[in-house]
């Protein structure tokens, strides 16, 4: 069945360094891509999305590009923040129906 | 802005009780959802919902029910509470030609 696979955490950084997380993604069809944040107590809210290869999405300095050749849609973000803590979700969803990896653990120190 | 609202953001529940989550959006969204998020296992899809009266099992339909009697609400009902629904529950929805997910704050069910 449709799987995504995302890095391991928890990942632990130093405010204003270079966050990448990994995500792989079976091919089966035509996915579209997510990631979606988690901020502590609360739902999961849509960070960013691409629809097609070789499209990137971004939000909020955060970047992820949809590469099929490598089946991949790293998340990335060149200086992080305190704020950006959270829990990080890569998804893939097809026809109504999505998949999540099981969520990477950022946390952020001043 | 869409909105996904749960009926409960705490509930304390006994083993054997009947459950009931509501979760309500506002948005006209024909799909909605329910998973359950576990640390360790991700979020999981126990039902979901393409239109009024129509559900269809997830991955991990197994004690549940739903009810979608209304576009805009879909209920998850665990018929016979037990421990290992101890979990965090979350409501989702989405339009029908885009997969982005619209979630809600989300319930956290222990059942004791």
């Known amino acids: 069945g449709d799987s995504v696979t995302q890095m391991e955490g928890p990942v632990t950084l130093s405010e204003e360094a270079f966050l990448t997380i990994n995500c792989t993604y079976t091919?089966?069809?035509?996915?579209?891509l997510f990631w979606y944040v988690q901020y502590p107590g609360e739902g999961l809210q849509l960070l960013l999305k691409a629809t097609k290869a070789d499209d990137k999405g971004s939000n909020k300095g955060f970047e992820a590009t949809y590469r099929k050749e490598t089946t991949s849609f790293h998340l990335e973000k060149g200086s992080v923040q305190v704020s950006d803590s959270a829990v990080y979700f890569c998804?893939?969803?097809?026809?109504?129906?999505?998949?999540f990896g099981d969520g990477t653990t950022l946390t952020v120190k001043p | 802005d869409v909105k996904v609202t749960q009926s409960s953001r705490y509930l304390v529940k006994r083993t054997g009780e009947k459950v009931f989550l509501e979760c309500v959006q506002d948005?006209?969204?024909?799909?909605m959802f329910w998973y359950r998020q576990d640390p360790g296992l991700g979020l999981r899809l126990i039902y979901f919902s393409y239109d009024v009266k129509m559900k269809e099992k997830g991955d991990i339909p197994e004690g549940y029910s739903v009810s979608r009697e209304k576009k805009e609400r879909f209920s998850l009902i665990l018929e016979s509470a037990s421990t290992n629904q101890t979990s965090m529950y979350l409501c989702?929805?989405?339009?029908?030609?885009?997969?982005?997910?619209?979630f809600g704050p989300g319930t956290r069910l222990t059942v004791l």
């Open positions: 998804a893939r969803a097809n026809a109504g129906k999505s998949t």
């Open positions: 091919a089966t069809g035509y996915p579209s």
């Open positions: 989702a929805s989405s339009p029908p030609i885009d997969d982005t997910q619209y």
């Open positions: 948005m006209d969204h024909e799909n």
